[in-house]
């Protein structure tokens, strides 16, 4: 559990927070229990006082942050490169059920020296595309990637 501290300032910044900075303080304060070491019951309740949203957004908010950060690990693991992806949520929707098939796709694009930003549109399209549209996944082509940032 994260300190009564850290849960207090996580609550904080998450109020004004949006995009990457807001789905990486929601799985801080998920992992960490920021509910319960500042009081809180549940989850839910946290979620609804604390940061006027749902429990059912702040679940997708978690899924949006785990795809991501998986997304990420494995350009990491094949090419040594830390990139920080800002996938959409409504993607990270799309992508989740295939996950495992999607990475694995992606490991391999990855281990035949595609070019990171070329392997995870080539992922996107195939296994993140609206009712089977290729590269209709929202946004740019290639997804916006950058460095590495502190939370």
């Known amino acids: 559990m994260l300190p009564v501290d850290r849960a207090r300032a996580i609550t904080l910044y ?6 990457v900075a807001l789905w990486r303080l929601v799985l801080e304060a998920h992992e960490g229990h920021a509910h319960q070491a500042i009081g809180y019951e549940s989850w839910a309740l946290y979620c609804g006082r604390e ?8 679940y997708q908010l978690l ?3 785990q795809v991501n950060l998986q ?16 996938l959409r949520e409504a993607v ?5 059920p295939g996950l495992p098939e999607a990475l694995e796709a ?15 549109d080539r992922m996107l399209a195939t296994h993140a595309a609206p009712h089977g549209k290729v590269g209709a996944v929202g946004g740019p082509a290639t997804p916006q990637i950058g460095e590495a940032a502190a939370p």
């Open 14 to 19: 998450l109020k004004p927070a949006q995009g």
């Open 51 to 58: 940061l006027g949203m749902s429990k059912s957004r702040s």
């Open 63 to 65: 899924n949006q942050a």
């Open 71 to 86: 997304v990420a690990a494995v350009v990491k693991e094949l090419t040594g490169q830390e990139i920080e992806l800002r």
């Open 92 to 96: 990270c929707r799309r992508l989740k």
């Open 106 to 120: 992606l490991r391999n694009l990855l281990s035949t020296g595609v070019e990171v930003d070329i392997a995870i």
